[in-house]
């Protein structure tokens, strides 16, 4: 049961525990998490309650004080303070919110407007679970000869913060992001495993240099308060990871990603991720605020549901946490709050590449190539 | 490259070389496939052509009188008849058609017909390719140790049709059909192997008890002529294969469903298959001509729509045909021509089970208890 009820998590965005993980410090972690998922029952059923406890945590057994509590209390920071802003700028709808608990401890609270005046679908998800794995799996991630019994496992923790925003205008992007932590507890004399991941990327439907250089500028002045490499890195794992390659294209135009970020101080990464957070909506808001009103006629909607037809192919073949979910039995509704109200397919549609169709496609097409800052 | 190209034949249906092989007669060979396909490169570029051939044998080396030649004849002139009663039910929109050819020898012909006046989106799509796989694949799968070198690979034939129909009307049903036959050359002094697989099921978006004693009376009729076991075991088949497992449903009401088939002579099973395609449009068109002008309103038209986006889901997520394509570089129009021009989805859309959704919802839930014939 375990990995399983991770999958909330990571709904909507990679997963530690990928089926298609690439490029990865932890090959072997990742693929006893792999094999676990393989023969994974489905998760416990979460019990549905009005009011939103305090914390998640498990009173008497985690510390308020350590990096459970303190992510804890970040992502619900950044889930009250994305919500409120996207609210206000939609000037319309509200948040409708759903919380839950589980048996084992742990539990979620996902919010989503649908239908308001600016956003067709907006969703912000946070998670807070705890799980076990196989010994046998954990003891092959961490590469030690470590004696265990047959039903031994080994407990985790995982925390999480994703959300997708999907405007009705074309000119509007789509934006996403997620902020997660995961660790393991000490177990027979080995140390606790842990490491962060995350990340904000942008999906418009056409290319505007200057959104581009706001969204991006945003992130590179995040990362370089923290790391002046990360900017570039991070900027290259976002392209890589939000492929779409039986298209020849990336879902949008990047942003930022990172996985199994564990290479100096605890308490640095967090600030970083802290960071990352507290930005969203500096990053994105006045993009959608600037264009909610442009014009656009049938052929702009149009394009834009194929966009969002493109955003579904990615979501369900590659998006790492959304197949772990849907495959291991995570809430569906949680999972899949991700994909659009509506989409699109039309048969062999074809783009002259001096439009701005074109232009965007070219874009996509060439991710990698795009340095807005 | 070799296996690869099978990957037009089985687009939006099973594959023989499956991802989610289940339930198989033949899991060696599925599974080296699989290993296969995991390692595969793009597959090679078709060549559009304007002019259909007569034949996509290769002249000269494929005997019009085999099997090979009948498959072909037989799937061509299904389109044939398939379109042609398509488009006079419509009274609106033609199909459109896309042809190629493969250096290699073999290709496709695809016909899609978008916005006519009673289907949103319709195709039908054959595809009859030649590819090789690799030799330790192919011997695992024969369970025989036959000496081959580092590089020798089996040549196999793959030939296919297949269709998805997406009406307007959510009263009119989707249908979905695939008829394939594959064969592996006489190699090293094994004799060739060879299988037949296909169904045709229906996905209505309400419960129609009448409609379901016609269409599943219909291929009841074509089974009980060839095996009268038959029917009550690839009606199980078909529901088990078309599951939703992260939904708890299946994406529609069944029909028939083969796969592996090999237990009698070829030309029986010809025979059968040659069958259920004949009677593709009987099954199906009456159906919709019964209900293209029933009124709706609003509240069915979003149902339909949802309902589109579980069909989306189950052919991202679990069909195996079109995610062997996706993953191996097979011709994603042809592969995502299943996809609907329209879809949606709502979070956590609750329905009444009193109700006519909550009446489809019992029955997509309970597929396999629903004898409709």
Known sequence: MAALVAANVFATQPAPNALLARRTRRPALRAAVRVHAAGAKMMEAPNYIDAVPDTLLRPGIDDPASMRGKFERMIRKVQDQVCSAVEAADGGASFRQDAWTRPSGGGGITRVMQEGKVWEKAGVAVSVVYGSMPAESYRVAVGKDIPFEKDDRVPF???????????????????HFNYRYFETEDWKGVPGQWWFGGGTDITPCYVNEDDMRHFHGTYKGVCDRHDPAWYDKMKANCDEYFQIPHRGETRGMGGIFFDDLNDRDKDAIFAFSSDCAANIVESYVPLVEKHKDDPFGPQQKEWQQLRRGRYVEFNLVYDRGTIFGLKTGGRIESILMSLPLTASWRYDYQVDPQTPEGKFLNCVRNASDQKWV
Chains 1, 2 share one sequence.
């Open 157 to 175: 923790f995982a925390a999480g913060v994703s959300s997708v925003m999907h405007p009705w205008n074309p000119h509007c992007p789509t934006m």
